[in-house]
Structures are given as structure tokens and as C-alpha cells.
């Protein structure tokens, strides 16, 4: 299988910590891809040119880090992201709560690159409100990101990961100890050392 990343993309580093925590690193191939450049390779594999993209051995192209990451984690039985039964609602609520915090914090660098007579202060607003409130909730019940690894604690650690390599001027920890307490424990994991972006 080859999973097709950038280093900077937080979607992509969900399922390359995806891989790491599954044990896949002998059956998926990862191959560096800058979505702002030409890349047939890439198109073919994601006509959105978005990055994660997986293409499986059988040569099906598989996109989305939510797809890709329950599809990688069905690949096998051990260490389980997603549970079954009532427990994984919580699990893919708690993926849907970060990959929102994502989102908004990912419109917020791509607004910030346009000229600064072009970028919306309506827009930076309602995005770090949807951040803040996320961060809130999160705060007072981090219940559905305790206990064995799962897909939620992998979307909030690259969510929070992101929010410091591009967006530190945002302070999300004043207030949030519990959360910082959290992120402290979870980014000493080798999924997150080793799927870590470059400092520049």
C-alpha cells in the first residue's frame, strides 16, 4: 500500500500515527507529496489532490484521514482504535470534535496567507469561537480520550500539535491544565515523536 502525505499536514499525520500505532510500518509505504504542486501521482490517487490519500495494494484509492484511518485500522485486530459496540460512539464523536478543531484551525492559517486587506475578521473570529468551545468541552470531560489509544486521542493530539506548530499565538493551554496535562502525557508517544513536522 503506499499512503501519500505531507510532513505539515495534520489530516496526514492522524493516519501516519495510524500506522505506527497498528504496527503497519511493513505494509504501508509512505510517499512525501506536496498537494500545491503538479502531482499526477497524487490526482490519481485522490482527485481532490488532497493529502492523506491511500492506494491499496489491490489498487483502490482510499481518502479522507476518517476513511483511511478506520480502514487502516481494520486491517487488523490488534490495538484497536475503534471500538465496537456502544463504546465507539464516543470514540468517532470524540475524532468528529477534533477533526472540527482542524478544520477551523487549518481555515485559519490559509486566511492568514492571503493579503491582509482580504482576510476576515468576521471569519477569524467564528473560527477560533469553534475552537474554543471544543477546547472547552474537552476540558471538563476528557473521558472519551482516556483509557487504551484510540482514534479520538490520536485526532485530539494532532489537533493540538497543529495549534502549536502554526498557531501558538493562540495560547490554547491558560485555563485548560487538565488538557495540557494530557497533551504533555500523550506527545511523549513514538507515534507522535515520529510522525512530528519539520521545525521550518
Known sequence: M????????????KARMVVHEKGLGARVEEVFQ???????????????????????????SIFDSPVIC????ALSADVPLIPAGDARWPVLTGEAMTDGILDAAFAIVMERRRPEAQQSPMWF???QGGIDRAL???EA???PFEGPVSI???????????LDFR??????????????????????????????????
Do not use: H
Open 2 to 13: 503506499k499512503l501519500y502525505f505531507a510532513n505539515t499536514s495534520p489530516y496526514a499525520r
Open 34 to 60: 506536496n498537494p500545491f504542486e503538479e502531482s499526477p501521482e497524487l490526482v490519481a490517487a485522490n482527485p481532490l489532490k488532497r493529502v492523506p490519500a491511500l492506494l491499496t495494494d489491490e489498487g483502490r
Open 70 to 73: 478506520a480502514y487502516l485500522d
Open 125 to 127: 473570529e467564528r473560527w
Open 136 to 138: 472547552d468541552v474537552i
Open 141 to 143: 470531560d476528557l473521558a
Open 152 to 162: 479520538a486521542q490520536i485526532g485530539l493530539g494532532c489537533a493540538l500539535g497543529y
Open 167 to 200: 498557531l501558538a499565538d493562540l495560547t490554547w493551554r491558560p485555563g485548560r491544565a487538565r488538557l495540557a496535562e494530557w497533551y504533555e502525557g500523550f506527545a511523549a508517544r513514538p507515534s507522535m515523536i515520529a510522525t512530528e513536522p519539520p521545525v521550518s
